[in-house]
């Protein structure tokens, strides 16, 4: 069983940062790519940064130049560094990554139970 824990949301004010972690645990053979995405009320959920396990990035154009995405493959953990947050950042914020729980199993997708993060203005 794998589980994704996410930490580190809250309530900031505009100009603001915050730092999301998420960390891996359970029967986890390998990790490929791991990921952030976000889901604001009453909009889809977006791809906000994602990162291979050899660490090439990519990101939301809303997010480049103020958000970093980083991972520590020896603690199966990626973060999200928030800066110069705004309100239309205001969103729950998931964890996602590719998995393999054996050498024979191929890659499976695992989200986490989400973080609220609310920017005010």
């Known amino acids: 069983q794998v589980q994704l824990v996410e930490s580190g949301g809250g309530l900031v004010q505009a100009g603001g940062s915050l730092r999301l972690s998420c960390a891996a645990s359970?029967?986890?053979?390998?990790?490929?790519?791991m990921g952030w995405y976000r889901q604001a009320p009453g909009k889809q959920r977006e791809l906000v940064a994602a990162?291979?396990?050899?660490?090439?990035?990519i990101y939301a154009d809303s997010v480049k130049g103020r958000f970093t995405i980083s991972r520590d493959n020896a603690k199966n953990t990626v973060y999200l560094q928030m800066n110069s947050l705004k309100p239309e950042d205001t969103a729950v914020y998931y964890c996602?990554?590719?998995?393999?729980?054996?050498?024979?199993?191929?890659?499976?997708?695992?989200w986490g139970q989400g973080t609220q993060v609310t920017v005010s203005s």
């Open positions: 996602n990554a590719q998995i393999r729980g054996s050498s024979w199993l191929t890659p499976r997708d695992y």
């Open positions: 359970g029967s986890i053979f390998s990790i490929n790519d």
């Open positions: 990162i291979t396990s050899g660490g090439s990035t």
